[in-house]
Structures are given as C-alpha cells and as structure tokens.
Nanobody, 119 residues
Framework: QVQLVESGGGLVQAGGSLRLSCTAS????????MGWYRQAPGKQRDMVAT???????NYADSVKGRFTISRDNAKKTLYLHMNSLKPEDTAVYYC?????????????WGQGTQVSVSS
C-alpha cells in the first residue's frame, strides 16, 4: 500500500507565506511525476504545479512567480513554497504522485490540507 501525507496548511494573512509538504510511504520502487492541486468550495479541483522525476516544473498561471514546487527524492517528499498569498488561494490543497511499486503503477492522492488566506 502506498500513502501520501500532506502537512503545512493553516491560516495566514494576505501577503504571507506557507510551505506545504507531502511525504510518500509504503511499497515504493520509484516516484514519477508529482503535483499539487487545489479545490475551493463549490469549484473543481485544479492543477497548481507539477514536477517530473527529473525536476521539470509546470505552474498554473495564477501562481507563477509566487509559488515554487520542489521535491527531495531521497526523502520521498514533495514541497510547495507559497509566497505573496492571496485570499483567492484559499482551498484544500492535495498532492498526487505517479508511483511505481512491485505490482505496477498507481496514481496516488493525499488526503488534503486546508490553506486559508485572510484579507
């Protein structure tokens, strides 16, 4: 079984910063692309940022220049550094990862962590 556990969410004032973490555990051979997604109340889940196993990144236009995605392959951990936060960044943030294990490949999602930005 493979799990992703997020942490680092919370309440912050506009203009503030947060760092989210997402750690993978379980029967893992390798981790392929990883990403952060977010879902605000009443809205669909949208891509925030993704990163390949080689470190190539991709960002939603709304977060370019403010958020940075990174990963530590040795620690099986994904990060999202969020700066200059805005109230519209308020959402539940989810990480996902393409994980290769002994029986095949899975797309795994974390349970989500709440980020709230006050104006």
């Amino acid at each position: 079984q493979v799990q992703l556990v997020e942490s680092g969410g919370g309440l912050v004032q506009a203009g503030g910063s947060l760092r989210l973490s997402c750690t993978a555990s379980g029967n893992i051979v390798s981790i392929n692309a990883m990403g952060w997604y977010r879902q605000a109340p009443g809205k669909q889940r949208d891509m925030v940022a993704t990163i390949t196993s080689g470190g190539t990144t991709n960002y939603a236009d709304s977060v370019k220049g403010r958020f940075t995605i990174s990963r530590d392959n040795a620690k099986k951990t994904l990060y999202l550094h969020m700066n200059s936060l805005k109230p519209e960044d308020t959402a539940v943030y989810y990480c996902n990862a393409g994980v290769s294990h002994s029986l095949g490949t899975l797309l795994v999602w974390g349970q989500g962590t709440q980020v709230s930005v006050s104006s």
